[in-house]
């Protein structure tokens, strides 16, 4: 058998390598993850946006000598599938370098260990020129320049990673991206944030300000509901699941309801939160096993597995999407019915308060050939009333508008509030408590007997207020 040495084109595999999907929040939280590794409590995110971005990433974690800086530099510098130590976040040893390159074309990694500090440099420009994967060790007197580098050195040990030639994003989003960055992480490292894990403290600073931890699963609120928890077993190895239903709008804030929507809204939100030895990986997917609806929206479950397990997964190097094996799934949809049953009844219960015997309400909801309709009630007392006391020609022209009214009742324009602002509706302000009382006031003038008045008393407008038609009580 004939064989011969065929090298990559390296000009075009490098524009490849940096063309695999990478978001800045991605590529910052794959940095992140290294820090994470090597023990880091503390991890200070700096940028410059002018005249040209750069991006400063210092921690305090056990740091790299010269050789294992070096090897920490080439790609695919480990097996995905080789054995990894506990709280190692890492997947294809190549996380540094493709997030670093999806972003920037000069890669610099200061490393200070036992009292020794080394540098190496991965400059995009020089490997296409020079056509090799040249590997730059930069001068000792250029590193002294370096922002950050004082800090490091006052350090016991850390690493300070440093982005230049920033070609990622546009420089005009520059605010808004770091704005995204923050609660990026704010998200997928909350554990870390919150303290979650023993012996495992963290302290992010982005620009000098402390990340908070956002947990997804609002947990510290009343309202929020942790259902019982499962575990699915796949080849002895175990899989944690634990779902919780968020707060129905009416439970919380409009600023808490806004602020647990995230940007994707509760509706895209909905789904698995995949956790990879404490860190947040995917988050609102139901992996094509279940279709996100409005009524499921408040569903979130919180998948645990430790690094061990990601051939059973399919995780992309972004380490931002998996896709789980068929035996996975299927338990899966087990869960998927039951929670989804119980996280609907936010909803359902609400809506089955329209047919409530116990209060008659304005409107109804009437069977309609195969489907259902909204109707206003007929034998509401207060409709009843009005009829008996209006011209032939005048109630078939009434009936006509209320007909009208339901016919185009604007039930997209609703469902689209509700979900986006369900705190700024407040229909109940339509209706005052002075044109309560005029109502009130004209019926009593009509004259009202005790079953009448009892009748009024169950409805939406009068069963609170007693008083307004019965006199002396």
Same mark, same amino acid.
């Given at each position: ?80 599938? %080789? ?169 919380? %804030? ?220």
């Amino acid at each position: 058998m004939d064989t011969e040495i065929v090298n990559p084109n390296v000009r075009n595999f490098v524009k490849s390598l940096r063309d695999i999907g990478y978001t800045l929040e991605i590529a910052v939280a794959d940095i992140l993850d290294n820090s994470i590794a090597a023990s880091a409590s503390n991890i200070s995110i700096y940028t410059i946006s002018e005249p040209e971005p750069i991006f400063f990433m210092l921690d305090d974690g056990t740091g790299m000598s010269n050789k294992e800086l070096v090897e920490a530099m080439r790609l695919a510098t480990k097996h995905p599938e %080789s054995e990894r130590e506990k709280y190692d976040l890492g997947r294809f040893g190549l996380g540094l370098k493709t997030a670093s390159f999806s972003q920037c074309k000069k890669l610099t990694v200061v490393s200070k260990k036992d009292g020794l500090i080394s540098a190496r440099q991965w400059d995009l420009d020089f490997i296409a020129k020079s056509d090799k994967w040249l590997l730059i060790t930069p001068e000792v007197t250029w590193v002294d320049t370096l922002p950050l580098i004082d800090e490091l050195k006052n350090q016991e040990h850390g690493t300070l990673v440093i982005w230049e030639k920033v070609d990622g994003f546009n420089k005009g989003t520059f605010s808004s991206e770091i704005d995204r960055l923050r609660k990026h992480l704010s998200l997928v490292f909350h554990r870390f944030l919150e303290g979650a894990i023993v012996g495992r403290s963290l302290t992010i600073t982005i620009n000098n300000n402390k990340l908070k931890a956002f947990n997804p699963f609002n947990i510290n609120h009343p309202a929020t509901q942790q259902i019982s928890g499962e575990k699915i077993k796949i080849n002895d190895l175990t899989i944690n699941i634990q779902p919780f239903i968020l707060p129905h709008h009416s439970k919380v %804030s409009q600023q808490e309801y806004e602020q647990y929507a995230t940007e994707e809204g509760y509706t895209k939100s909905q789904g698995f939160y995949l956790y990879r030895a404490n860190r947040l990986l995917i988050h609102g997917t139901w992996w094509g096993l279940h279709r996100a609806i409005v009524a499921h929206k408040l569903v979130r479950v919180k998948i645990d597995i430790p690094n061990n397990q990601d051939k059973y997964w399919g995780i992309d190097i972004k380490k931002s999407t998996a896709n789980p094996v068929a035996e996975i799934k299927v338990d899966l949809k087990k869960v998927i019915k039951q929670i989804t049953e119980i996280g609907s009844r936010p909803f359902t219960g609400r809506g089955r308060k329209i047919e409530d015997k116990s209060t008659t309400r304005f409107w109804e909801l009437v069977a309609s050939n195969d489907g259902v309709r909204f109707a206003l009630n007929p034998k509401h007392p207060v409709l009843e009333r009005l009829i008996t006391e209006i011209s032939d020609e005048n109630y078939e022209m009434l009936n006509i508008y209320l007909k009208g009214l339901q016919a185009y009742l604007p039930l997209e324009a609703i469902q689209a509030q509700l979900q986006q602002s369900p705190h700024k509706i407040d229909q109940e302000a339509t209706l005052t408590e002075e044109e309560i009382e005029i109502v009130a006031k004209r019926l009593k003038s009509s004259g009202l007997d005790k079953s009448y008045i009892e009748s009024l008393l169950k409805t939406e407008i009068f069963k609170n207020r007693k008083e307004l038609l019965m006199d002396g009580e």
